[in-house]
Structure formats: structure tokens, C-alpha cells
């Protein structure tokens, strides 16, 4: 870790601390050159290829963005959005893997958006799953209608 102050590239942990969100570590650092103290903050990183093959890394506002188009004319605030973007990263990255697909994103997406906005589900999901027909849309409600079956 190179010093903000002199450049030094060797530095000390002095602290180690899990940050506010819990996706990520900050450190307390003092660089052995000056002596002086700097903070680190570490993520790991985790990133989405898109159906072009294009890697780039996942955004919270990318997902934000989607579903606020599905969302629209609907009851739902930004906070919602921004709840629900944090959400789909959490499962993601739970599921340990630093490259995705996009078309996992859209899944991770569903469960969610379900849960927040039935009619918002369902635009989104008939872009999504590129629905066809209206027998597509008739089998996605007939699934938003069926009980939840609870966890043992």
C-alpha cells in the first residue's frame, strides 16, 4: 500500500475493523517511511458480464435504474429502489463468486421486486423473460397468486 503523504510503498495495519456495512474492512495504516497514518477502506470486487462478453463492475445505480423503469406510476421511493439494489448485491455476493452473469443480476432482481411491487414484478419479468404471449403473462400471475410456500 503505497502513502498518500510520501509515496512509501510499505505500511503497517495499526486497526482492522469490519466497516458499517459489513462488505468491507477498514484499516488503519502507518507508513513505515514517515510514520504518518492513513485509512484504507477494502472491498472485494465483483462484476458482471453482459451478454456482449463486456466485464464491467456491478453497480447498485445500474440496478437502480432498471427496475425504476418498471417501477414507474408505481407506489415506490427511491429508498425502496435503493434497499432493493442492496439486496440483489447481498445475494450475490453471498453466493462467492467475483464475475456473474447478467443474466443472473435479472434473477437475483425478481425475488425482491416481487416482494416490493407485484405490478412492478411483473413489467419487469415480461422484459426479462421476454415474454411472447398472453399465456406468459397468465402463468406469471397464476405464480404471483399461488401461496408462498413457508421455509420447514
Not at 38 to 64: A, C, H, I, N, W
Not at 126 to 139: G, P, R
Request: contains cysteine; aromatic residues 6%; glycine residues 6%.
Amino acid at each position: 500500500m503505497h502513502c498518500p503523504f510520501c509515496h512509501h510503498d510499505n505500511s503497517r495495519v495499526v486497526d482492522s475493523r469490519t466497516a458499517e456495512d459489513g462488505a468491507s474492512i477498514r484499516r488503519r495504516r502507518q507508513c513505515q517511511q514517515c510514520g504518518r497514518r492513513f485509512t484504507t477502506l477494502e472491498t472485494s470486487s465483483l462484476s458482471v458480464r453482459k451478454r456482449s462478453g463486456v466485464v464491467e463492475p456491478f453497480s447498485r445505480d445500474k440496478v437502480m435504474v432498471g427496475v425504476r423503469r418498471a417501477c414507474q406510476g408505481r407506489p415506490v421511493s427511491d429508498d425502496d429502489l435503493a434497499l432493493l439494489a442492496h439486496k440483489v448485491e447481498e445475494s450475490i455476493r453471498a453466493g462467492g463468486q467475483a464475475l456473474v452473469d447478467s443474466h443472473e443480476v435479472g434473477l437475483e432482481i425478481l425475488g425482491p421486486l416481487r416482494e416490493l411491487d407485484q405490478i412492478a414484478y411483473l413489467r419487469f419479468a415480461s422484459v426479462y423473460s421476454s415474454f411472447e404471449t398472453l399465456e406468459d403473462f397468465e402463468a406469471a400471475i397464476a405464480e404471483l397468486r399461488a401461496p408462498v410456500a413457508q421455509p420447514g
